[in-house]
């Protein structure tokens, strides 16, 4: 079955410090990867994807991601993280052979971060 | 521009009642999904509009849930005989198109639906 995992419910860091969102998906076929992040009470905001070519990824706010595809994992990293990073995130996963464009989410991970 | 707006933002039912959930997509987008986020289940997809096709409704999880898409663009989701499980907020998103390409969703704010 078609999945995507985050292994950690909540990432803590102090402020300043490198942050890493982790996630592992299970797919058949080639994968294209998303990360969004929800603030209280919002919806979900597009930060990053991965659709073929470079591993690593740029996306808004500094945020980056890595695709391996041995290790079938996406994890999001940002060098410095800030306080206004503090929301949860979401990684995702749709097909890039017919499935209608659908996303699969994982359960997603609250970040804190401290000052 | 405009995003994905929704309405309304919170919605209070009583168990039994109907309601429908009203989404407009980005303006040009051809695919719009719904989805529902609830504190048990996570992120759940629910159904799906491209064009003019037929939508994929596999996420509909009973027959008391309904969508439909008018003139390619506003949709309402609509939920009959309303129960508590229901409850939850639901999400609308929008993409420039839903095969093949590899666009992202835009998402709205989602609706807080709460059945007492």
């Known amino acids: 079955a078609q999945s995507v995992a985050q292994p950690e419910d909540q990432v803590n860091v102090a402020e300043g410090n490198p942050l890493t969102v982790k996630c592992t998906y299970s797919?058949?076929?080639?994968?294209?990867l998303f990360w969004y992040v929800q603030y209280p009470n919002r919806g979900l905001q597009f930060l990053l994807k991965?659709?073929?070519?470079?591993?690593l990824v740029k996306g808004s706010y500094g945020f980056e991601a890595e695709f391996n595809k041995s290790q079938t994992s996406f994890h999001l990293k940002k060098p410095s993280a800030l306080v206004s990073d503090s929301a949860l995130y979401f990684c995702?996963?749709?097909?890039?052979?017919?499935?209608?464009?659908?996303?699969?989410f994982g359960q997603g991970t609250e970040l804190s971060v401290k000052p | 521009g405009a995003g994905v707006s929704q309405s309304p933002s919170n919605k209070v039912t009583e168990k039994g009642k109907d309601v429908e959930l009203r989404c407009d997509p980005i303006?040009?987008?051809?695919?719009l999904y719904w989805y529902r986020q609830s504190l048990g289940q996570g992120l759940e997809f629910l159904i799906y509009?491209?064009?003019?096709?037929?939508?994929?409704k596999s996420g509909l999880p009973s027959d008391r849930f309904s969508a439909e898409r008018t003139g390619g663009s506003v949709s309402t989701l609509t939920i009959q005989r309303t129960q508590q499980e229901d409850s939850a907020v639901y999400l609308c998103a929008s993409s420039p198109s839903g095969f093949g390409g590899p666009y992202e969703q835009y998402f709205g704010p989602g609706t807080r639906l709460t059945v007492t």
């Open positions: 509009f491209q064009g003019n096709s037929a939508p994929d």
């Open positions: 303006s040009g987008h051809t695919a």
């Open positions: 995702a996963v749709r097909f890039s052979y017919n499935q209608g464009g659908k996303l699969i």
């Open positions: 991965y659709i073929t070519g470079d591993n």
């Open positions: 797919v058949s076929g080639n994968p294209y």
